[in-house]
């Protein structure tokens, strides 16, 4: 009996312990403030990465023109373009506009981020981001880039109201960190499932950081011990979320220490950041007034109240918020393999388009082997000299550099062409158009150009098998890659 009422009295000092520092009503002012300065922080890097690679990708010279791209979509898709892909480039896919739509994005993250005139500035950043989603074609087919879009626009209704906007952002939370779990589960990579998928991503990821040369040699215990805390980390904790405060906090603390690891060994541009962002709406005042100075969080609660919203946008963000949880719940439901009945289903197409009912999952099958993509050129056939890329790998001796928050958009580009033939990557053979042709946009996205002078008379592309060094062959030769060549992923072609 003693026993059984000692018992019941922790569980109650430990219910107690959970409800302790429970919030009141407008208790999110310092973490919408917070969370909408951080949101601006990443918009500014995403639109300012993407505007000095635009014309490169995308321009009248670039790989995959957009106003060939706007033309082609216009014959096909009819009126329905406007619904299927919406963005401002149907008005106009000029060089200028492009650039006009990257820069003025970056400007207003930077009014954002300084609190001028919030709410307007985030109906057009989401506007213009979701216009270069749709515009950046193949190169803005990023699960980021969606999940950018998604966030833009919670946090549009955050800045309107906040309790729906935190429960939304708690939701994506969530769903994207459960769904990153499951997809490694049910994809059926046997990597995942007897946790050896470490063994191989720090050397096949995209663009690893130099420390991930170091994490690659990590013992294969550790390695293990490493892949069942991620994935923990994406299956367990996200339902802390629902959870009283102190639990939803270690749910917090859980997933910001992932994505600081990926970040660490792994170049993910503003991915990382942007759930690192999202992790804030997991916290409430109480929490950052804590651990804040007075100072602080005084001047975030000046400059944070916004004028109130009248009842009928109040209602409206109510409907849109209860429309994207039955939404992305009815999409969860199907990312678990049910099968919805065609109603359903039609539900979640519809809103499809608009980037706020999108599903997420990174790194679902591990790569085992890292093929890369060398392009040469060359003006006789004969002697051949390589391009080198700006992050990628490409000589042996170069460390793997730093770019977060900037995201390469070709080089990540030639990460996927290298899981698939040349055929199934259309922009491909039009970069090697551009480099024969010479065009100063595209030989701009690289680092090195041997041919500055002049345009090649041939380009071809190499294939090679990279695998990071060993302690002992760095030691001795410096060198922080191997590579043998496998053969030609592209033959030698001319303008010819």
């Known amino acids: 009996m003693n026993y059984a009422r000692k018992h019941a009295s922790a569980l109650a000092q430990f219910a107690r312990w959970l409800r302790e520092g429970s919030y009141a009503p407008g208790d999110y002012q310092i973490t919408s403030w917070l969370f909408l300065r951080a949101l601006g922080l990443i918009y500014f890097s995403a639109f300012v990465s993407f505007g000095v690679q635009a014309m490169g990708l995308i321009g009248s010279h670039g790989i995959v023109p957009l106003a060939d791209f706007v033309n082609a979509a216009n014959h096909q898709l009819g009126p329905e373009r406007y619904w299927l892909m919406p963005m401002l480039f149907w008005l106009n896919s000029s060089d200028f506009f492009i650039q006009a739509v990257c820069w003025a994005g970056a400007g207003l993250s930077l009014l954002l981020v300084a609190n001028i005139l919030p709410r307007l500035n985030l109906l057009l950043l989401y506007v213009f981001y979701l216009s270069l989603v749709y515009g950046g074609q193949v190169f803005m087919s990023f699960q980021w880039d969606i999940l950018l879009a998604d966030m833009g626009f919670l946090g549009l209704l955050l800045s309107i109201a906040q309790k729906p906007g935190i429960l939304l952002l708690r939701w994506l939370t969530f769903r994207f960190m459960f769904l990153s779990g499951v997809v490694k589960i049910a994809s059926g990579d046997p990597s995942w499932r007897d946790f050896s998928a470490l063994t191989y991503h720090f050397e096949t990821q995209p663009l690893p950081t130099p420390l991930a040369w170091y994490a690659d040699h990590f013992s294969a215990g550790a390695l293990a011990l490493m892949t069942l805390a991620c994935l923990f980390i994406e299956l367990v904790l996200p339902f802390l979320i629902f959870f009283p405060r102190r639990l939803r906090f270690a749910a917090a603390f859980g997933i910001l220490l992932l994505q600081a690891t990926i970040a660490l060994t792994g170049n993910y541009n503003f991915f990382n950041l942007s759930v690192m962002a999202l992790c804030l709406a997991l916290f409430d005042d109480a929490a950052f007034i804590s651990v804040a100075s ?14 109130p919203p009248g009842k009928i946008a109040t209602r409206t963000v109510g409907a849109l918020a209860a429309f994207i949880i039955l939404a992305t719940s009815l999409q969860l439901v199907m990312a678990l393999g049910a099968k919805l009945p065609v109603p359903l289903a039609a539900l979640v197409e519809i809103a499809a388009p608009l980037r706020v009912v999108s599903t997420y999952g990174p790194f679902a099958v591990m790569t085992k082997q890292r093929n890369e993509i060398i392009i040469e050129g060359s003006d006789d056939g004969m002697h051949w000299e390589e391009y080198g890329f700006q992050y990628k790998p490409g000589d042996v001796m170069r460390r793997p550099p ?95």
Do not use: C, M
């Not at 100072?295 to 916004?306: E, G, M, S, W, Y």
């Open 402 to 496: 730093w770019n977060i928050p900037h995201q390469p958009r070709l080089d990540w580009q030639f990460w996927f062409a290298a899981l698939e033939p040349p055929t199934r990557n259309p922009w491909f053979a039009n970069f090697l158009q551009r480099l024969l042709e010479g065009q100063p946009e595209v030989t701009a996205l690289l680092q090195t150009n041997p041919f500055f002078n002049h345009p090649p008379h041939y380009v071809r592309a190499l294939f090679y098998d990279y695998r990071f060094s060993t302690p002992e062959e760095k030691t001795e030769s410096g060198a922080w890659w191997d590579r043998r060549l496998i053969g030609t992923y592209y033959p030698s072609v001319s303008l010819k």
């Open 294 to 307: 007075r100072q602080v969080t005084d001047f975030i609660r000046k400059n944070a109240p916004l004028k």
